[in-house]
């Protein structure tokens, strides 16, 4: 008894120990950031903004405090689409920037988030600064921003540029319940409703093949197009070169004019040296957008405001965190903003595959009537399906760009019979008794029931009804012309557009004008992103106490974390689900 008494005392003095270095890193971590972000940064002549995009590339950039405190100040952990826009737009007219160096080697990015971070480069070349890329390697996502460069450049041996078209898997996990002895039991109305089909099936349906290649060719005759203007290459001939993948080295990629030279890092920096025209001997002041934020403040002047309301990610109940929507915070930033007399417009800015179908109803039900009393403008980054075309089609106007991932309008329920794993394979057994005939409705320790298939599929084809009729209604359509379009089917914003489930393409910059327009503003007006960010030690709190599988798995083996998520993320997907099959990998 002595022994585990001894060993008790030494594992409590243990955890304690651990908890007081942690409050003591944390306290002097908040120390350290707080100091080193009060710090106005000045901006030399001859300043180059060093852009790497090589981080992930998000919404807005995401405050980590944990990771912050670990890799020390400064350090970025993503690439926000906000704070980048709002470098380039002040250093257009900085006389201080001279032009970009830009290093994105690959991207970690959705499609229409590069398409994004691209055009406001684009919108930059305007003040005739230069932009000049350089990388060891390219992937296809990255040589696609690398591309609206003036010139690009790669070592001279040894490089790679990936150039040989997109790829889209889907990852299924049918043969892992097989084996484990669980059987997923699948309800859904909408024939291209695939959301659950990679538990139940080892491949894509015809359906899914046939959205599949809808979509990522859209995607793809976009990305192409934009890059034979930049480089101009006619479209035929960048189809040839991806199709035949003739470019397997620097050579081929100079050869194929994807790239404009062959230099080691020296010489590019050598070579804006002589650009900007200072001594070869004299360094570079180089600049992360970061850091060049930090330079200048914006003019908040105006007494009106544009608000843009973030919703990013999986739609579920509750509270939540800056990586799902959740109902009631989402609720609640939406009537504070309703009754808020200095916000005259609002974007949903919604980066999401959907989710529960209930909460996104009642996201809904606040959109339709904060759109009663201000204008209200959907902006869709990657994708805003199913749950993320629920909450956004009763926006006055529906922006999206042509890569955008919408429509799915349709629903899934999901069930999981556990009663071979229990019985066969761990010898675990179960009896009950119940007063009524449904009391063990859908019971996961048995077979599901014939009558609980009718019930449930019954729930489902109303929802289904609902969320049709709605969406007809918002677009001011029949709903037998929605119908048609809608069925679970997966759209690119493009295809969208043609089909009246969008309004305009566009990005957020485009939504934030037409939102200051519906609302009569012109020119007078501020944009102010919401949510607010929370109190450092309320976001320390926080990452303590969320859950890091994730995390962990995306850090330490990114080329799994497909895999493992959509797995891990099987919890998620009880009850009715208005969600699309976002575990689709699209390689870019």
Known sequence: MKFFKTVFAVIVGLFIFSAISTMVVVFFGMIIISASEDQKVDVDDNTILHLQLFRPIDEREIEDPIAELLAGPGKEKSVGLVELRRALEHAKNDESVKGIFLEVPYLQSGVSSAMEARKMLTDFKESGKFIIAYGDIFTEGGYYVASVADEIYMAPVFSLLEFNGMNSEKIFFKGTLDKIGVEPVIFRAGKFKNAAESFVSSEMSETEKIQVEAYINSMYNNILSEISE???????????????????????????????????????????????????????????????????????????????????????????????????????????????????????????PGGSALDSDLIWREVKLTAKEKPVIASMSDVAASGGYYISMAADTIVALPTTITGSIGVIGMYFNFNELLNDKLGITSDNYQTGRYSDFLNVTRPVKKEDVLIVQKMIDESYQAFVSKAAGDRTMEFEEMDEIAQGRVWTGEDAMAINLVDVSGDLEDAIKIASEKAGLGEDYKVKYYPRPKPFIEQIITELGASQEAKIVKENAPELAPYISTFLEMKERSGIQARIPYELNIEF
């Open 230 to 352: 930049s480089r101009g290459i006619a479209l035929e001939d960048l189809r040839y070169i991806a199709d035949e993948m003739s470019v397997r080295n620097e050579n081929d990629a100079v050869e194929y004019k994807l790239i404009d030279g062959l230099l080691y890092k020296d010489e590019v920096i050598k070579l804006i040296k002589e650009k900007i025209g200072i001594d070869p001997d004299k360094k570079i002041p180089f600049m992360p957008h970061s850091d060049y934020n930090k330079s200048f403040t914006d003019d908040y002047s105006s007494k009106n405001t544009v608000a843009v309301l973030i919703g990013k990610g999986n739609i579920v109940s509750g509270k939540g965190t800056l990586d799902n929507i959740a109902s009631a915070d989402f609720i609640d930033e939406l009537r504070k903003l309703r009754d808020n007399d200095r916000v005259k417009a609002i974007v949903l800015r919604v980066n999401s």
